[in-house]
Nanobody, 123 residues
Framework: VQLQASGGGLVQAGDSLRLSCATS????????MGWFRQAPGKEQKFVAS????????RYADSVKGRFTISRDSAKKTLYLEMNSLKPEDTAVYSC?????????????????WGQGTLVTVSS
């Protein structure tokens, strides 16, 4: 079981980025997936999640209206479209697969984690 996140980089405030998380080793179609982030010196925080069907999403208040989570079951890939990026969005972003079909925010409900991809937003 592997999750491979990619798409991070250095951008300016107001720019956009699209993160991808490719999965391999098994199918996660029956489980929700999510994105979390950890800023330097801070604890990991929930960013967004999507249910197994791809129709229900959940966002942290700090990214609501700017970020969009989606999944492509055929490609076994999770995405995070990030618009209007702010310096406070700077963090390592990690993708994860949960233990349930519901879109959940608690990290304890996620069983599989990928390595992070660094997003740096300059002012």
């Amino acid at each position: 079981v592997q999750l491979q996140a990619s798409g991070g980089g250095l951008v300016q405030a107001g720019d956009s980025l699209r993160l991808s998380c490719a999965t391999s080793g098994r199918t996660f179609s029956g489980y929700s997936m999510g994105w979390f982030r950890q800023a330097p010196g801070k604890e990991q925080k929930f960013v967004a999640s999507i249910d197994s069907s791809g129709s229900i999403t959940r966002y942290a208040d700090s990214v609501k209206g700017r970020f969009t989570i989606s999944r492509d079951s055929a490609k076994k890939t999770l995405y995070l479209e990030m618009n209007s990026l702010k310096p406070e969005d700077t963090a390592v972003y990690s993708c994860a697969v949960s233990l349930t079909y519901r879109a959940v925010a608690a990290s304890s409900l996620y069983a599989y984690w990928g390595q992070g991809t660094l997003v740096t937003v300059s002012s």
